[in-house]
């Protein structure tokens, strides 16, 4: 045994301790950003849905309206989350990506319609493919 | 800020357990710090459910983190209703990795 005051069997107690609430730790941060990657890429994809359904009635103008007021729902819902844990660099790579299949639907959607679900699908593949790499 | 306090009353030493930081050894400040490392920043209400803490005890035991500056409080609104966010600081992640280090080194029966 050590010396004194603090032995192996306290040590590895305090570890087992640490490890317990880093394990929490995990496992909240993991739940909150499945919840908020998988919601984002279903709002998201459900949007470009919308577009898809009533873009022959609806002038292009009131999609900036339409998607500045998705932006602020997303960013109230991600204050309200009781953990923000999604690494950063995970995050900043899922918008570009994003942002890239949802640039290229809009554009390719105005002349080609069926863009939009392919669209859909692909942008709601990247949150979900985000998703999946945090809580591996 | 405060500085590094060390277990055992000793400021250098061989034995690893010159390298616990006093602060972090309390048990539930060891499950605060541990739970924080894992997120960027959590809601108090969760920490205090995760160490099963009343909130008078977590916060006191908050402060003390903060005052050390190992961890950063950010107090604000949803909507009408008031939240604090708790983070681990820079510090508070190197002090903890120091602290871990000296735990394994003690666990594995290192002397020096």
Redesign the interface.
Known sequence: M???????A???A??D??????A???R??GHWARRYLLGFGAVSAGSVLVVWAVSPWVSPAWWGVFYGVLVALFAGWL??Q?????PRRTQVLTILAWSVVFGLTMAVGIDYPVAYPIGAAAGFSVWAAAAWWVGR | MGGRRLVGGAVTGAHPRHRLDALIHAPIRLSIMAFLAEVDRAEFALVRDVVELTPAALSKQISTLEEAGYVTVEKGYVGKRPRTWLALAPAGREAMARHLAALRAIADGQSH
């Open positions: 050590t010396d004194n005051v603090f032995d192996q306290q040590a590895h305090a570890l301790a640490a490890e317990r609430a880093r929490a730790g995990r909240a941060a204050r309200r009781p953990v923000r844990a999604i």
